[in-house]
């Protein structure tokens, strides 16, 4: 892949709108931060193609997404899928439920 092209993919995947970035796991091979997709990979192909119409083509877009740092969403589950759809608003909720539930005792 020339230069460009590996430039603009960086470029558009180093966007927050497209990507949550780790904080905890690196990709062994790079030893940068695992990438979280926040969108299906054809959809990021879509904007990808309008953002950057004559560059990369859509077979290399793909084996480029599929053999480097990224993960899609619904690999994460559980929990981390709940923060990344949610945010933190579950624990915020999670401790109002528990501070009106239970009262604090001083020994």
């Not at 497209?18 to 926040?38: G, I």
């Not at 077979?59 to 997404?65: K, V």
């Not at 990224?70 to 439920?97: S, V």
Request: hydrophobic share 35%; charged share 25%.
């Amino acid at each position: 892949m020339s230069v460009i092209k590996e430039k603009e993919f960086e470029l558009f995947f180093n966007d927050k709108d497209n990507v949550n970035m780790s904080s905890y796991k690196v990709d062994h091979q790079t030893n940068l931060p695992v990438l979280y997709l926040k969108d299906q990979k054809n959809a990021f192909w879509k904007k990808f193609s309008a953002t950057y119409s004559d560059r990369m083509k859509y077979t290399s877009f793909m084996a480029h997404l599929q053999n480097s740092r990224f993960q899609y969403r619904e690999d994460l589950g559980g929990l981390c899928m709940t923060c990344n759809d949610y945010g933190y608003q579950l624990f915020e909720d999670l401790i109002e439920i528990i501070n009106s539930t239970f009262s604090y005792k001083t020994i």
